[in-house]
């Protein structure tokens, strides 16, 4: 037996458990795996929650079963199927060589690991001890198919957190069909509860959303071969009392960068189903004798302060046992882009001023993005040939490099390694490679298409063509795009009745060629991009410590973005930069000291041309960059807080508060003025309310508790678009 998790055999009873969260589960009537709990800790248990006896007219019962008043569509059970007397959504669909889609899984046996072991072929969390989680592995199986689930739930010791994933075997003698197998069902008894979603847009993702949930179903999902600017992979359940800082709130993250779906369903007698994992659309898995297949993990976590402390939960752990990258603890280099400066219209003469400046101003890296490959000089041509455009570097990439370097700046490199254009050598070598259905014309989005990563010989001609650049030692990081979505899943490679495998395989081979670069190539600083935030989740933040937010660069519009993604992702994951005005997305201008602000708030650079800038516009850049060099530390691994949201009469307000707190640094923003404004207090949170804090702008001293408690008036804002700084250090 282990301490984070016990077996009561006289009960049938398992229990997860540390300081902060219990998890209780149990065998029930013909071996059915029953939901009992999951919240704040409770030292023990003594059957007051086993599912009441009542009939349930056209609820119906299990074969042989005599009272009437059990039946499975009413139990809250851990792992559900179809065809089984569970009316509510299920969490396999599995079909069988006979056509069957019954199954009936019921406990077979259990054991106890101690730490967490890796899944294969999938990004998850991990452990550096193995004292620090245990894993319950609870096997239940379908008799008649011999199909057996391993239910894998992982326990903290000390984190609000459990992981769950699912493996399916195939213990039969003939083969069957998955159509759809979650990685999680959770059942909540009858209760009042409201979810937080993320949705989104292109340029206006992850928009913060919450609602009553009401009777029948409701479905977060994405189809679109990736996570998606239109819906995060991660929702919220609360209760109405719930805010940032006080209240019951439950956290579904999917780790997966493909199809998702996170389904609720209120049933009849106003009990909750929570199914999520891939979306079974577009979506089918055979599985032969002996075969198995691995569901991506999901990541539950619980806080009884509020969304702030399960962002903190969220955060903590995908800083510390979910990215593996060594830049995660390093500082990042302060950046300059060269896309809004010049697009595709460069040569290694243009850009060099560009470097030049960057290098007077302070900066730390020049990134130069897309164009610099085969003959591309607009978005129609190239991709899939990575090799240097002549015309542009007519001494090589390398001549270039060594001048960045030189400069004392280090190289960034942008890829777009997904996708292949038909204007490029390797679609005329190999018009196959990529996803495209038979006697049909594919369709083209930004006139790119996409390869077929499940393919091995694909993932091979894409990684030795980056390996030839990367292997040259002159690349200190990699910007890694993917600017569009699918449309035609269909693989040369897969016989018909396998093409419901594709989306996944695809997102199986991305990962393969992820894993290979990453770990051949550790030193280089991995950033993640689709579009800008269309593949923000925790499967890419595994091989990548940053991610590009939004390709909306508007600090006004990245208030909303950041504070959502910041729902459940940490700033440090979080690239913001400051960019040219007008807004090349908006149109909006705004003053320097709010892009500033913004873009400091998550993995700082800038996105505009250096050598347009003013003597004045200059100056601030210096100041902004020797700014973020003093709070960047904090800024990547002090805790988070969101204290007022964006769209609140008060405006948007959040922090950054050393783990020992003994610095906090924290922001506020207003949009439009008002002729007669109210004067807003801003609360801070985090502090120890027995220590005092001095501002360092204007020395004055604070109690913890009076900051917390009282707060501060903001200025009241003259003009549109402002934003303020406080420091402060305990003494």
């Known amino acids: 037996m282990n301490d984070l998790i016990e077996f009561d055999e006289t009960q049938g009873l398992f229990h997860l458990h540390n300081q902060q969260i219990s998890y209780l589960m149990a065998i029930e009537d013909f071996g ?42 009413t139990l809250p059970q851990e792992f559900s199927s179809s065809g089984a007397g569970d009316y509510r959504i299920p969490a396999a669909e599995i079909y069988q060589a006979n056509g069957s889609k019954a199954t009936d899984f019921v406990y077979q046996g259990y054991q106890i690991l101690a730490g967490k072991p890796q899944l294969a072929g999938l990004p998850a969390t991990f452990v550096q001890d193995q004292a ?73 993702e992850r928009q913060v959303q919450r609602e009553k949930i009401g009777y029948g179903v409701k479905s977060f999902a994405s189809r679109r071969g990736a996570t998606s600017h239109q819906m995060s992979n991660f929702i919220s359940l609360v209760t109405p009392a719930t805010t940032e800082n006080q209240g019951a709130a439950y956290g579904i993250e999917l780790v ?57 939960a969220y955060h903590h752990l995908l800083k510390e046992r979910l990215v593996r990258s060594p830049w995660q603890n390093r500082p990042r280099p302060i950046l300059v882009n060269n896309w809004e400066a010049t697009y595709f219209d460069f040569d290694e003469a243009k850009l060099r001023p560009i470097v030049d400046q960057a290098a007077e101003l302070g900066l730390e890296m020049f990134v130069l993005d897309d164009g610099w490959f085969g003959h591309r000089d607009n978005d129609r041509s190239s991709l ?62 930004r006139d790119q298409f996409v390869l077929d990563l499940g393919r091995a010989e694909v993932r091979e001609n894409i990684y030795q063509q980056m390996a030839a650049i990367l292997a040259t030692g002159q690349i200190d990081y990699v910007k890694w795009d993917m600017n569009r979505h699918f449309a035609d899943l269909f693989s040369d490679a897969l016989p018909a009745d396998r093409q419901g495998e594709v989306s996944h395989r695809y997102m199986l081979g991305l990962y393969a060629l992820l894993e290979r670069l990453t770990q051949n190539f550790p030193q280089i600083l991995w950033e993640g991009c689709s579009g800008g935030g269309g593949r923000f989740d925790a499967g890419m933040a595994y091989y990548m410590p940053q991610i590009w937010t939004s390709d909306n660069t508007d600090s006004v519009a990245r208030l909303a973005i950041q ?65 973020d060099q003093q709070y960047r530390a904090l800024v990547q691994q002090g805790d988070f807080y969101r204290l007022s949201a964006p769209e609140t009469p008060a405006g948007c307000a959040w922090s950054f508060v050393a783990a020992d707190r003994s610095e906090m640094l924290a922001f506020a923003f207003s949009e439009l003025s008002q002729a007669q404004p109210a004067f807003q207090l801003i609360k801070f949170v985090g502090l120890d309310p027995q220590r005092q804090y001095q501002d360092q702008a204007t020395r004055q001293v604070y109690g913890g508790d009076e900051l917390m408690n009282l707060g501060l008036y903001r200025p009241v804002a003259s003009g549109d678009f402002q ?7 305990a003494l």
């Open 32 to 73: 059915l795996l029953s939901h009992l709990y999951f919240g704040p800790a409770v030292a023990q248990y003594h059957g007051q929650r086993r599912y009441p006896r009542r009939d349930r007219g056209f609820s119906g019962n299990l074969p042989g079963a005599e009272d009437r008043r059990f039946s499975p569509d």
């Open 132 to 204: 620090e989680a245990a894993t319950l592995v609870i096997t239940l199986v379908d008799s008649a198919s011999q199909v057996a689930l391993d239910l894998s739930y992982t326990i903290y010791r000390q984190r609000p957190i459990i992981t769950r994933a699912v493996l399916v075997r195939n213990q039969g003698q003939t083969p069957v069909r998955l159509n759809k197998i979650a990685s999680v069902q959770l059942d909540f008894p009858a209760t009042d509860l409201e979810v937080i979603s993320l949705p989104g847009a292109h340029v206006r």
């Open 256 to 312: 997966y960068s493909g199809n998702h779906a996170l389904e609720l369903e209120q049933d009849q007698l106003g009990q909750l189903r929570l199914v999520a994992g891939i979306n079974q659309a577009d979506f089918s898995w055979q599985l032969a004798p002996l075969e198995q297949f691995q569901t991506p993990e999901v990541i539950l976590a619980y806080s009884d302060q509020g969304l702030n402390g399960l962002s903190q």
């Open 384 to 445: 899939g040939d990575w090799v240097v455009d002549q015309r542009k570097f007519p001494q090589g990439l390398t001549h270039f490099t060594n001048y960045v370097h030189q400069k004392g700046l280090k190289f960034g490199l942008w890829f777009e390694p997904e996708m292949i254009s038909r204007d490029s050598a390797l679609y005329h070598a190999h018009p196959d490679y990529l996803l495209a259905a038979p006697d049909r014309q594919p369709a083209p989005s």
């Open 563 to 627: 504070w959502g993604t910041s729902l459940v992702y940490p700033p440090s994951l979080m690239t913001a930069h400051v960019s040219a005005v007008p807004n090349h997305q908006t149109g909006r201008t705004t003053s320097m000291a709010l892009r500033g602000d913004v873009a400091m708030s998550g993995m700082f650079g800038y996105e505009l041309d250096l050598t347009k800038l003013t003597p004045a516009e200059k100056q601030a850049v210096k100041v902004q960059i020797a700014t």
């Open 723 to 729: 934003s303020w700084r406080y420091h402060f250090r």
